[in-house]
């Protein structure tokens, strides 16, 4: 088998999905958010999830058989349960799903739900290798693993490596929780969004932050600076898990979001969608509570429903604020829409598919919101559909 010789520097050339490439001292680490939106952030939760590069992939041309990327990733385990699956990475040769792997060594991330703690030990680079590869020109894809921080350090080759353009596809940028950042998705082309994006044949870059999607006004500005042709919002959960404001500072902190979004792009279709069904939060407030149950993670709500009346939010009341919001601003703003999240996972699909934790779909419920999500979006009638 021939030798990966060949040794091609990573670069921001090679890398989509990514917003921001960080020299570490072992390789490039890809980022979701620019350094000066990372500046303004002090929440070690969003800190570590956009770190995380779900959606980020190195896309390049090759004759190459042979595929040697080595990494230093950094892997998560969770107090009180055992470890996580290690992250894959997913080989994609012209469209098609050709090769799964995972990565010896690494660092690793022990966080205690409970105490609100975490603690880094190192670790050893490790190699994702793919061979076998077809001798002709191809489109190669290397999806990284969307839950765990991936410094690259090397990509090596038995032919040389070049760029790849995007074939004229659209660019689909899209924000939301850990379900649109995939948090129990099996692998990184297995997210909704990747579903969906693979689907409609468009160029994905998820900025799905576990746990922060909240309305950050830095994030509203990153999106307002990167490059897109069609625009979605994922909003809900975050906020009433987190019980971070209440109803009189949700509607404005909406229409903030999308006005700041609207100074970059004014005219680019933009899709406000609500949450997916999650029982626990529909009807009682946060702040959510974390729970080991048989050593798996549970989660549950732990506000007052009676509350509700006072401002305290659950998801029944943002869903009908975010359809009023869109409402209002839709009749001078007639590339807004908005996408009610029970089309994408209701009552019918919790009671076949439900929630492990509570929280998050499984792999087989991502797949449904994702295929759901890219024919009610990209559809011939959805807000996303290609021109004719």
Same mark, same amino acid.
């Given at each position: 088998?021939?030798?990966?010789?060949?040794?091609?520097? %990573?670069?921001?050339?090679?890398?989509?999905? +990514?917003?921001? /490439?960080?020299?570490?001292?072992?390789?490039?680490?890809?980022?979701?958010?620019?350094?000066?939106?990372?500046?303004?952030?002090?929440?070690?939760?969003?800190?570590?999830?956009?770190?995380?590069?779900?959606?980020?992939?190195?896309?390049?041309?090759?004759?190459?058989?042979?595929?040697?990327?080595?990494?230093?990733?950094?892997?998560?385990?969770?107090?009180?349960?055992?470890?996580?699956?290690?992250?894959?990475? $997913?080989?994609?040769?012209?469209?098609?799903?050709?090769?799964?792997?995972?990565?010896?060594?690494?660092?690793?991330?022990?966080?205690? /739900?409970?105490?609100?703690?975490?603690?880094?030990?190192?670790?050893?680079?490790?190699?994702?290798?793919?061979?076998?590869?077809?001798? @002709?020109?191809?489109?190669?894809? &290397?999806?990284?693993?969307?839950?765990?921080?991936?410094?690259?350090? @090397?990509?090596?080759?038995?032919?040389?490596?070049?760029?790849?353009?995007?074939? *004229?596809?659209?660019?689909?940028?899209?924000?939301?929780?850990? &379900?649109?950042?995939?948090?129990? #998705?099996?692998?990184?082309? *297995?997210?909704?969004?990747?579903?969906?994006?693979?689907? @409609?044949?468009?160029?994905?870059?998820?900025?799905?932050?576990?746990?922060?999607?909240?309305?950050?006004?830095?994030?509203?500005? +990153?999106?307002?600076?990167?490059?897109?042709?069609?625009?979605?919002?994922? &909003?809900?959960?975050?906020?009433?898990?987190?019980?971070?404001?209440? /109803?009189?500072?949700?509607?404005?902190?909406?229409?903030?979001?999308?006005?700041?979004?609207?100074?970059?792009?004014?005219?680019?279709?933009? !899709?406000?969608?609500?949450?997916?069904?999650?029982? &626990?939060?529909?009807?009682?407030?946060?702040?959510? #509570?974390?729970?080991?149950?048989?050593?798996?993670?549970?989660?549950?709500?732990?506000?007052?429903?009676?509350?509700?009346?006072?401002?305290?939010?659950?998801?029944?009341?943002?869903?009908?604020?975010?359809?009023? %919001?869109?409402?209002?601003?839709?009749?001078?703003?007639?590339?807004?829409?908005?996408?009610?999240? !029970?089309?994408?996972?209701?009552? @019918?699909?919790? +009671?076949?598919?439900?929630?492990?934790?509570?929280?998050?779909? $499984?792999?087989?419920?991502?797949?449904?919101?994702?295929?759901?999500?890219?024919?009610?979006?990209?559809?011939?009638?959805?807000?996303?559909?290609?021109?004719?």
């Amino acid at each position: 088998m021939p030798s990966p010789h060949i040794t091609t520097p %990573i670069t921001t050339g090679l890398l989509r999905g +990514a917003l921001d /490439l960080e020299q570490t001292a072992d390789g490039v680490l890809p980022h979701r958010l620019p350094a000066w939106a990372r500046a303004q952030n002090t929440d070690p939760q969003l800190t570590m999830a956009e770190a995380m590069p779900s959606g980020v992939r190195l896309v390049f041309r090759t004759r190459a058989t042979v595929v040697e990327l080595d990494v230093l990733p950094t892997k998560m385990v969770y107090r009180g349960t055992g470890p996580r699956p290690d992250g894959r990475y $997913d080989l994609v040769v012209d469209g098609r799903l050709a090769g799964q792997a995972t990565a010896d060594g690494g660092k690793v991330l022990t966080i205690d /739900l409970a105490a609100g703690t975490s603690g880094v030990e190192p670790g050893p680079v490790g190699t994702v290798r793919f061979t076998d590869l077809p001798a @002709a020109d191809k489109e190669v894809v &290397i999806w990284l693993p969307h839950r765990e921080i991936t410094e690259l350090v @090397a990509l090596r080759t038995d032919a040389p490596v070049e760029p790849a353009d995007t074939g *004229g596809r659209r660019v689909w940028l899209h924000h939301g929780s850990s &379900i649109s950042h995939g948090s129990d #998705a099996e692998s990184p082309t *297995g997210t909704w969004p990747a579903v969906a994006a693979t689907l @409609a044949g468009v160029e994905l870059v998820n900025l799905g932050f576990s746990g922060s999607a909240l309305l950050d006004p830095f994030t509203a500005r +990153a999106m307002r600076d990167t490059p897109a042709d069609l625009i979605s919002v994922k &909003i809900g959960i975050n906020l009433v898990n987190s019980d971070l404001m209440r /109803l009189r500072a949700f509607g404005p902190a909406v229409h903030g979001f999308l006005d700041t979004i609207r100074e970059g792009h004014p005219h680019t279709p933009l !899709l406000v969608v609500s949450s997916v069904l999650c029982p &626990i939060q529909e009807d009682t407030p946060g702040p959510g #509570a974390v729970e080991f149950v048989d050593g798996k993670v549970r989660f549950r709500a732990t506000g007052d429903p009676a509350e509700v009346a006072t401002g305290r939010l659950t998801l029944r009341v943002i869903r009908a604020e975010l359809a009023r %919001i869109v409402a209002s601003r839709s009749g001078a703003d007639p590339n807004l829409h908005y996408l009610d999240g !029970l089309e994408l996972y209701g009552e @019918a699909d919790y +009671a076949e598919l439900p929630l492990p934790d509570e929280l998050h779909p $499984d792999p087989a419920a991502d797949r449904r919101i994702g295929e759901r999500f890219a024919a009610l979006a990209f559809g011939p009638k959805g807000p996303f559909a290609a021109a004719e």
